[in-house]
């Protein structure tokens, strides 16, 4: 809805149509750029049939990993010349955040990571924590970072969160939440804290203008909206 919103008000931009579940996905035909919010159930559906005919994607639903990603690259690869952007999260702020944790990662022995949402979210973590779990988990890796120390022997199932790629994350979902992240580094006598907060969904729409107006001279599969911003 917001995005509708935005592309309505966007002067360069069209808004030629707008699918629910239970629209026909045909209309999409009419347009050069498509834009997924939708479930991580159906996403990749979705996916292919935009790839199949011909339209360039902008993704925000979450939900995808290695074995995920891999497909969408097959699709591309049978359909040269259309583009998919995927963002785990559109807003400035959250890609300045994992950007942040990326670099302060190799500094740092412990690392874990708080996620925060509103209790609709379907998926757990969230497609940011996952992301920059994999981005501070390539930062460890290259500066010869062993697993963040954790004498835990005996704990109850959950309590100490989910691993993505050797990097605990911790999921919490509470009324009155939109998006939140931590990223807690610990090292010898100090901690780093970065937290972004998101307080509306209007946030994640100038990350999405900026894709749908870029994903054209973006080739095949780009994820992360870090790649159009001049970090
Ligand atoms: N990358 C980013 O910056 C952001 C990503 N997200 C992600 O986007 C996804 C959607 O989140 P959110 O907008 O909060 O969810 P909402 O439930 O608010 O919106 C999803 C919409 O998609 C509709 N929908 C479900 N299935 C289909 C389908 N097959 N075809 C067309 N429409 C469909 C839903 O309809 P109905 O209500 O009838 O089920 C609903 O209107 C999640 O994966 C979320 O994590 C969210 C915000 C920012
Ligand atoms: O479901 C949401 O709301 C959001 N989903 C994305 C995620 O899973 O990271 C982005 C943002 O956190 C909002």
């Not at 605990?168 to 580094?185: C, D, I, K, P």
């Not at 946030?203 to 159009?228: C, D, K």
Request: proline fraction near 5%.
């Amino acid at each position: 809805m917001e995005v509708c919103k935005a592309v309505h008000a966007a002067e360069d931009m069209e808004l030629v149509a707008a699918v629910d579940k239970d629209d026909p996905i045909e209309s999409l035909t009419k347009a050069e750029v498509v834009v997924d919010f939708t479930h991580p159930d159906v996403v990749m559906g979705n996916l292919e049939w935009c790839i199949r005919h011909g339209l360039h994607t902008v993704v925000g639903t979450t939900g995808f990993d290695a074995a995920r990603l891999e497909r969408v690259r097959g699709w591309l690869a049978e359909n040269p010349g259309v583009n998919c952007l995927i963002c785990p999260n559109f807003g400035i702020g959250a890609v300045l955040m994992m950007h942040f944790a990326r670099l302060a990662a190799k500094y740092f022995p412990s690392v874990e990571i708080v996620e925060l949402h509103h209790p609709n979210k379907a998926d757990a973590p969230s497609g940011t924590a996952r992301r920059t779990a994999e981005l501070i988990a390539e930062a460890r890796a290259k500066a010869g970072l062993g697993p963040s120390p954790d004498a835990t022997t005996a704990e109850l199932d959950g309590a100490r969160g989910a691993t993505v790629e050797g990097v605990r994350v911790h999921a919490v979902r509470l009324s009155g939440l939109v998006a939140h992240q931590e990223v807690l580094f610990g090292g010898e006598g100090e901690t780093l804290t970065i937290r972004h907060d998101t307080l509306n969904r209007a946030s994640f729409t100038p990350g999405v203008l900026l894709g749908i107006r870029r994903v054209r001279e973006l080739p095949g599969l780009t994820v992360g909206l870090e790649h159009l911003l001049d970090l």
